[in-house]
Protein backbone atom coordinates (compact mmCIF):
# COMPACT_ATOMS: atom_id res chain seq x y z
CA UNK A 1 0.00 0.00 0.00
CA UNK A 2 1.55 3.43 -0.89
CA UNK A 3 -1.52 5.64 -0.59
CA UNK A 4 -4.24 5.51 1.91
CA UNK A 5 -7.62 7.77 1.13
CA UNK A 6 -9.87 8.44 3.88
CA UNK A 7 -13.54 10.08 3.94
CA UNK A 8 -15.97 10.15 6.04
CA UNK A 9 -19.67 9.51 5.18
CA UNK A 10 -23.42 9.64 6.13
CA UNK A 11 -24.29 11.47 9.20
CA UNK A 12 -21.03 13.00 11.22
CA UNK A 13 -20.64 11.84 14.66
CA UNK A 14 -18.45 13.43 17.52
CA UNK A 15 -15.46 11.61 16.96
CA UNK A 16 -14.68 11.29 13.65
CA UNK A 17 -12.19 14.03 13.91
CA UNK A 18 -9.77 11.91 15.79
CA UNK A 19 -10.30 8.93 13.59
CA UNK A 20 -9.17 11.03 10.55
CA UNK A 21 -5.78 12.20 12.48
CA UNK A 22 -5.43 8.98 13.50
CA UNK A 23 -5.16 7.24 9.64
CA UNK A 24 -3.19 10.36 9.22
CA UNK A 25 -0.66 10.19 11.57
CA UNK A 26 -0.41 6.56 11.82
CA UNK A 27 0.17 6.41 7.56
CA UNK A 28 2.70 8.85 7.32
CA UNK A 29 4.47 7.54 10.50
CA UNK A 30 4.76 4.07 8.41
CA UNK A 31 5.93 5.99 5.00
CA UNK A 32 2.62 5.96 3.58
CA UNK A 33 0.87 8.96 1.15
CA UNK A 34 -2.56 10.09 2.72
CA UNK A 35 -5.14 11.67 0.22
CA UNK A 36 -8.07 12.82 2.20
CA UNK A 37 -11.54 12.93 -0.04
CA UNK A 38 -14.03 15.72 1.14
CA UNK A 39 -17.46 15.17 1.23
CA UNK A 40 -17.83 11.30 1.54
CA UNK A 41 -18.01 9.10 -1.61
CA UNK A 42 -20.01 12.36 -3.19
CA UNK A 43 -16.82 14.34 -3.35
CA UNK A 44 -15.04 10.74 -4.22
CA UNK A 45 -17.41 10.74 -7.41
CA UNK A 46 -16.68 14.65 -8.13
CA UNK A 47 -12.72 13.86 -7.36
CA UNK A 48 -12.58 16.64 -4.40
CA UNK A 49 -9.17 14.69 -3.15
CA UNK A 50 -6.64 16.53 -1.31
CA UNK A 51 -2.86 15.65 -0.20
CA UNK A 52 -3.21 15.49 3.79
CA UNK A 53 0.01 16.00 5.96
CA UNK A 54 0.29 15.74 9.33
CA UNK A 55 0.00 19.33 10.17
CA UNK A 56 -3.59 19.38 8.58
CA UNK A 57 -4.74 17.39 11.56
CA UNK A 58 -3.97 19.34 14.09
CA UNK A 59 -5.80 20.96 16.58
CA UNK A 60 -9.03 18.62 15.24
CA UNK A 61 -9.67 15.74 18.30
CA UNK A 62 -11.40 18.29 20.17
CA UNK A 63 -13.83 19.37 17.41
CA UNK A 64 -17.34 18.22 16.77
CA UNK A 65 -18.41 17.17 12.97
CA UNK A 66 -16.13 16.14 10.34
CA UNK A 67 -13.12 18.42 9.03
CA UNK A 68 -13.34 16.46 5.69
CA UNK A 69 -17.03 16.99 5.44
CA UNK A 70 -19.56 14.55 4.76
CA UNK A 71 -22.78 13.49 2.64
CA UNK A 72 -25.15 10.92 1.77
CA UNK A 73 -24.45 9.53 -1.69
CA UNK A 74 -27.24 7.55 -3.71
CA UNK A 75 -24.80 7.30 -6.98
CA UNK A 76 -22.76 5.18 -4.97
CA UNK A 77 -25.18 2.35 -4.66
CA UNK A 78 -25.36 2.33 -8.97
CA UNK A 79 -23.16 0.23 -10.04
CA UNK A 80 -22.43 3.29 -12.85
CA UNK A 81 -21.31 4.81 -9.26
CA UNK A 82 -19.16 2.41 -7.87
CA UNK A 83 -17.29 1.54 -10.95
CA UNK A 84 -16.57 5.46 -11.43
CA UNK A 85 -15.39 5.12 -7.54
CA UNK A 86 -13.12 2.77 -8.14
CA UNK A 87 -11.57 3.68 -11.38
CA UNK A 88 -10.50 7.40 -9.63
CA UNK A 89 -9.25 5.53 -6.81
CA UNK A 90 -6.89 4.29 -9.07
CA UNK A 91 -6.75 7.37 -10.95
CA UNK A 92 -4.94 9.07 -7.30
CA UNK A 93 -3.48 6.08 -6.84
CA UNK A 94 -5.32 5.35 -3.74
CA UNK A 95 -4.75 1.53 -2.81
CA UNK A 96 -6.23 1.48 0.22
CA UNK A 97 -9.18 3.65 1.26
CA UNK A 98 -10.60 3.89 5.11
CA UNK A 99 -14.61 4.99 5.42
CA UNK A 100 -15.66 6.09 8.51
CA UNK A 101 -19.49 6.19 8.84
CA UNK A 102 -22.26 3.70 9.15
CA UNK A 103 -23.63 0.53 7.39
CA UNK A 104 -25.32 2.41 4.51
CA UNK A 105 -21.18 3.47 3.82
CA UNK A 106 -20.16 0.37 4.86
CA UNK A 107 -21.57 -1.49 1.60
CA UNK A 108 -20.31 1.65 -0.58
CA UNK A 109 -16.66 0.19 0.92
CA UNK A 110 -17.17 -3.28 0.12
CA UNK A 111 -18.66 -2.80 -3.54
CA UNK A 112 -15.04 -0.81 -3.91
CA UNK A 113 -13.10 -4.23 -2.81
CA UNK A 114 -14.88 -6.09 -4.80
CA UNK A 115 -13.77 -3.78 -7.68
CA UNK A 116 -10.11 -3.66 -6.32
CA UNK A 117 -9.60 -1.05 -3.77
CA UNK A 118 -8.50 -2.56 -0.72
CA UNK A 119 -11.34 -0.81 2.20
CA UNK A 120 -11.46 -0.79 5.46
CA UNK A 121 -14.59 0.17 7.44
CA UNK A 122 -14.78 2.06 10.40
CA UNK A 123 -18.18 2.66 12.57
CA UNK A 124 -19.32 6.04 12.66
CA UNK A 125 -22.83 7.06 14.01
CA UNK A 126 -24.31 8.38 16.88
CA UNK A 127 -27.05 5.40 16.92
CA UNK A 128 -24.80 2.36 17.71
CA UNK A 129 -26.77 0.61 15.17
CA UNK A 130 -23.53 -1.24 13.75
CA UNK A 131 -24.26 -5.04 14.96
CA UNK A 132 -20.43 -6.19 14.66
CA UNK A 133 -19.26 -3.84 17.36
CA UNK A 134 -20.41 -2.90 21.07
CA UNK A 135 -18.77 1.25 20.43
CA UNK A 136 -19.38 2.95 17.55
CA UNK A 137 -17.58 6.73 17.38
CA UNK A 138 -20.21 9.54 18.04
CA UNK A 139 -23.09 7.31 20.51
CA UNK A 140 -21.05 8.27 23.88
CA UNK A 141 -21.17 12.02 22.45
CA UNK A 142 -24.28 12.37 21.48
CA UNK A 143 -25.82 10.25 25.06
CA UNK A 144 -24.39 12.69 26.87
CA UNK A 145 -25.43 15.48 25.14
CA UNK A 146 -28.74 14.18 24.94
CA UNK A 147 -29.04 13.03 28.61
CA UNK A 148 -27.92 16.47 30.17
CA UNK A 149 -30.57 18.22 27.52
CA UNK A 150 -33.25 15.70 28.96
CA UNK A 151 -32.41 16.69 32.71
CA UNK A 152 -33.16 20.53 32.06
CA UNK A 153 -36.04 19.31 30.37
CA UNK A 154 -36.90 17.00 33.98
CA UNK A 155 -36.46 20.45 35.76
CA UNK A 156 -39.41 22.32 34.72
CA UNK A 157 -41.32 19.64 33.86
CA UNK A 158 -41.24 19.22 37.62
CA UNK A 159 -41.59 22.49 38.05
CA UNK A 160 -45.03 22.37 36.66
CA UNK A 161 -46.05 18.83 36.74
CA UNK A 162 -45.88 17.73 33.56
CA UNK A 163 -45.77 15.04 31.53
CA UNK A 164 -42.91 15.54 29.05
CA UNK A 165 -41.99 13.42 26.00
CA UNK A 166 -38.46 13.98 24.81
CA UNK A 167 -37.83 12.60 21.74
CA UNK A 168 -34.31 11.10 21.11
CA UNK A 169 -32.37 10.18 17.51
CA UNK A 170 -31.56 7.31 16.72
CA UNK A 171 -33.06 6.74 13.21
CA UNK A 172 -34.49 2.86 13.34
CA UNK A 173 -32.57 1.85 16.56
CA UNK A 174 -33.36 3.04 20.20
CA UNK A 175 -30.32 2.53 21.86
CA UNK A 176 -29.83 6.35 22.11
CA UNK A 177 -33.70 6.01 23.94
CA UNK A 178 -32.46 3.36 26.27
CA UNK A 179 -29.63 4.95 27.48
CA UNK A 180 -31.12 7.77 28.21
CA UNK A 181 -34.34 6.28 29.86
CA UNK A 182 -32.55 4.64 32.42
CA UNK A 183 -29.48 7.12 32.84
CA UNK A 184 -32.19 10.28 33.24
CA UNK A 185 -34.59 7.69 35.04
CA UNK A 186 -36.98 8.10 32.51
CA UNK A 187 -40.95 6.66 33.59
CA UNK A 188 -40.98 4.92 30.12
CA UNK A 189 -39.00 4.66 27.08
CA UNK A 190 -40.50 3.90 23.82
CA UNK A 191 -38.45 1.88 21.40
CA UNK A 192 -38.60 1.10 17.54
CA UNK A 193 -37.63 -2.57 18.37
CA UNK A 194 -40.70 -3.07 20.59
CA UNK A 195 -43.35 -2.25 17.52
CA UNK A 196 -46.83 -1.11 18.91
CA UNK A 197 -46.87 0.03 22.50
CA UNK A 198 -49.97 0.14 24.23
CA UNK A 199 -51.04 3.77 23.98
CA UNK A 200 -53.98 3.30 26.57
CA UNK A 201 -51.95 1.12 29.45
CA UNK A 202 -49.53 4.38 29.10
CA UNK A 203 -52.04 6.78 29.55
CA UNK A 204 -53.36 4.97 32.64
CA UNK A 205 -50.15 4.30 33.91
CA UNK A 206 -49.61 8.14 33.31
CA UNK A 207 -52.38 8.75 35.72
CA UNK A 208 -51.71 6.52 38.26
CA UNK A 209 -48.02 7.47 38.61
CA UNK A 210 -49.35 10.95 39.47
CA UNK A 211 -52.06 10.08 41.71
CA UNK A 212 -48.95 7.51 43.63
CA UNK A 213 -46.99 11.52 44.41
CA UNK A 214 -44.39 11.59 41.34
CA UNK A 215 -43.67 15.03 40.24
CA UNK A 216 -43.74 14.60 36.89
CA UNK A 217 -44.34 12.28 33.92
CA UNK A 218 -41.13 11.59 31.73
CA UNK A 219 -41.05 9.83 28.49
CA UNK A 220 -37.79 9.06 26.00
CA UNK A 221 -39.38 8.48 22.66
CA UNK A 222 -37.34 7.57 19.61
CA UNK A 223 -36.78 8.83 16.64
CA UNK A 224 -37.86 5.54 15.10
CA UNK A 225 -41.36 6.17 16.91
CA UNK A 226 -42.10 9.18 16.64
CA UNK A 227 -45.14 11.22 16.32
CA UNK A 228 -43.81 12.91 19.62
CA UNK A 229 -45.97 16.23 19.12
CA UNK A 230 -49.53 14.32 18.84
CA UNK A 231 -49.00 11.90 21.59
CA UNK A 232 -48.19 14.89 23.53
CA UNK A 233 -51.79 16.20 22.48
CA UNK A 234 -53.68 12.66 22.88
CA UNK A 235 -52.16 12.38 26.61
CA UNK A 236 -53.38 15.59 27.76
CA UNK A 237 -56.66 15.48 26.94
CA UNK A 238 -57.06 11.56 28.14
CA UNK A 239 -55.18 12.60 31.25
CA UNK A 240 -55.91 16.51 31.66
CA UNK A 241 -52.43 16.74 33.20
CA UNK A 242 -50.41 19.43 31.00
CA UNK A 243 -48.03 17.51 28.67
CA UNK A 244 -45.21 18.77 26.04
CA UNK A 245 -43.01 17.16 23.20
CA UNK A 246 -39.37 17.99 23.16
CA UNK A 247 -37.59 17.03 19.50
CA UNK A 248 -33.94 17.02 21.02
CA UNK A 249 -32.78 17.20 17.20
CA UNK A 250 -29.20 17.64 15.48
CA UNK A 251 -28.08 19.23 18.86
CA UNK A 252 -27.09 15.62 19.28
CA UNK A 253 -24.97 15.11 16.23
CA UNK A 254 -22.62 18.34 17.30
CA UNK A 255 -20.42 19.06 19.86
CA UNK A 256 -16.76 18.07 21.32
CA UNK A 257 -16.41 14.99 21.41
CA UNK A 258 -15.90 13.38 24.55
CA UNK A 259 -13.04 11.22 26.32
CA UNK A 260 -14.19 8.02 25.36
CA UNK A 261 -15.30 9.19 21.55
CA UNK A 262 -11.72 10.98 21.21
CA UNK A 263 -9.75 7.40 22.57
CA UNK A 264 -11.69 4.78 20.78
CA UNK A 265 -11.81 6.74 17.60
CA UNK A 266 -7.94 7.13 17.63
CA UNK A 267 -7.29 3.95 17.94
CA UNK A 268 -9.97 2.56 15.27
CA UNK A 269 -8.08 5.05 12.89
CA UNK A 270 -5.10 3.43 13.84
CA UNK A 271 -6.41 -0.32 12.94
CA UNK A 272 -7.80 0.73 10.15
CA UNK A 273 -4.50 1.88 8.25
CA UNK A 274 -3.01 -1.32 10.16
CA UNK A 275 -5.12 -3.46 8.55
CA UNK A 276 -4.32 -2.02 5.46
CA UNK A 277 -0.78 -2.84 5.53
CA UNK A 278 -1.22 -6.08 6.53
CA UNK A 279 -3.10 -6.86 3.33
CA UNK A 280 -6.39 -7.03 4.31
CA UNK A 281 -9.64 -5.80 2.69
CA UNK A 282 -12.99 -5.74 2.87
CA UNK A 283 -12.64 -5.64 6.68
CA UNK A 284 -14.63 -3.39 9.32
CA UNK A 285 -13.17 -2.36 12.67
CA UNK A 286 -15.42 -3.09 15.85
CA UNK A 287 -15.04 -3.15 19.67
CA UNK A 288 -16.35 -6.36 21.05
CA UNK A 289 -15.63 -7.89 24.34
CA UNK A 290 -13.23 -5.45 25.49
CA UNK A 291 -11.17 -5.58 22.45
CA UNK A 292 -10.88 -3.98 19.37
CA UNK A 293 -11.14 -6.23 16.81
CA UNK A 294 -11.90 -6.33 12.31
CA UNK A 295 -14.60 -8.66 10.60
CA UNK A 296 -15.17 -8.78 7.46
CA UNK A 297 -17.68 -6.34 5.76
CA UNK A 298 -20.14 -9.08 3.88
CA UNK A 299 -20.24 -10.89 7.57
CA UNK A 300 -20.48 -7.90 9.37
CA UNK A 301 -23.30 -6.61 7.55
CA UNK A 302 -25.96 -9.79 7.87
CA UNK A 303 -25.23 -9.78 11.80
CA UNK A 304 -28.30 -8.36 13.54
CA UNK A 305 -28.75 -6.32 16.81
CA UNK A 306 -31.20 -6.40 19.10
CA UNK A 307 -32.04 -4.06 22.20
CA UNK A 308 -30.59 -5.83 24.99
CA UNK A 309 -33.62 -6.91 26.38
CA UNK A 310 -32.60 -7.04 30.07
CA UNK A 311 -31.50 -3.67 30.27
CA UNK A 312 -34.92 -2.39 29.00
CA UNK A 313 -36.96 -4.60 31.66
CA UNK A 314 -34.69 -2.95 34.16
CA UNK A 315 -35.72 0.49 32.95
CA UNK A 316 -39.21 -0.63 33.96
CA UNK A 317 -38.07 -1.70 37.34
CA UNK A 318 -36.77 1.64 37.83
CA UNK A 319 -39.29 3.67 36.93
CA UNK A 320 -41.17 2.73 39.81
O1 LIG B 1 -27.60 8.35 11.57
C1 LIG B 1 -27.48 9.48 12.37
C2 LIG B 1 -28.74 10.27 12.38
O2 LIG B 1 -28.57 11.42 13.19
C3 LIG B 1 -30.00 9.52 12.79
O3 LIG B 1 -30.12 9.38 14.19
C4 LIG B 1 -31.08 10.34 12.15
O4 LIG B 1 -32.21 9.56 11.86
C5 LIG B 1 -30.44 10.81 10.89
O5 LIG B 1 -29.04 10.73 11.07
C6 LIG B 1 -30.81 12.22 10.48
O6 LIG B 1 -30.23 12.49 9.26
P1 LIG B 1 -30.14 13.94 8.62
O7 LIG B 1 -29.12 14.73 9.37
O8 LIG B 1 -29.73 13.69 7.21
O9 LIG B 1 -31.50 14.56 8.75
Redesign the pocket.
Known amino acids: IRTIGVLTS??D?PGMNAAIRAVVRTALSKGVKVRGIRRGFHGLLKEEIIDMSARDVADIIQRGGTTLLTA?CKSMMTEEGQQKAAAICKKYGIDGLVVIG?DGSFRGAQKLASLGVNTIGVPG???LDIACTEYTIGFDTAVNTAMEAIDKVRDTSTSHERCSIIEV???DAGYLALWCGIANGAERILLPEEHDYDEAELIEDIKESMRRGKKNYIIINA?GVGDSINLAKRIETATGIETRATILG?M??GGSPTCKDRMYASIMGSKAVDLLLEGKSNRVVGYRHGEYVDFDIDEALKMNKGIPQYQYEISKILAL
Open positions: GGARGTIDMGREHQR
